[in-house]
């Protein structure tokens, strides 16, 4: 059941960007490096301050119904890059604020 997660993060965002490249030492003491990967896997840590109980709700369920295993697009609002992402931990950190306010943040990983 892939999908699209159409919330739009606060203004704390943060992306990392991770090669991964294999380190090889020749016998006469030189480094030799190649990529194993095609592309750099993105990171992104996702921000939501003082959203509404709704909003809140919906974020979880999208999380919930995933189950941390599957994929769904999702558009950089740095970019505006439409990557293949899924979560990459088992929870979400959702805290409550009062007054029917919280806050929210989990991180996501591209599908390469």
Same mark, same amino acid.
């Given at each position: 059941?892939?999908?699209?997660?159409?919330?739009?993060?606060?203004a704390v965002f943060t992306q990392a960007i991770r090669y991964n490249t294999l380190i090889t030492? *020749? +016998?006469?003491?030189?480094?030799?490096r190649r990529n194993k990967w095609a592309?750099?896997?993105r990171y992104f840590t996702?921000?939501?301050?003082?959203v509404s109980k709704t909003t809140a709700d919906g974020i979880t369920s999208f999380f919930?119904?995933?189950e941390n295993w599957e994929s769904f697009n999702w558009e950089n609002p740095i970019? *505006? +890059?439409?990557y293949r992402v899924r979560f990459v931990e088992d929870s979400?950190?959702?805290?409550y604020i009062g007054?029917?306010?919280y806050n929210i943040q989990f991180n996501l990983v591209e599908i390469l």
């Open positions: 059941m892939a999908g699209t997660f159409t919330y739009t993060p606060d030492n *020749t +016998t006469y003491g030189k480094e030799r592309s750099p896997k996702l921000q939501y301050n003082n919930n119904v995933r970019d *505006t +890059t439409e979400i950190k959702r805290d007054e029917d306010r």
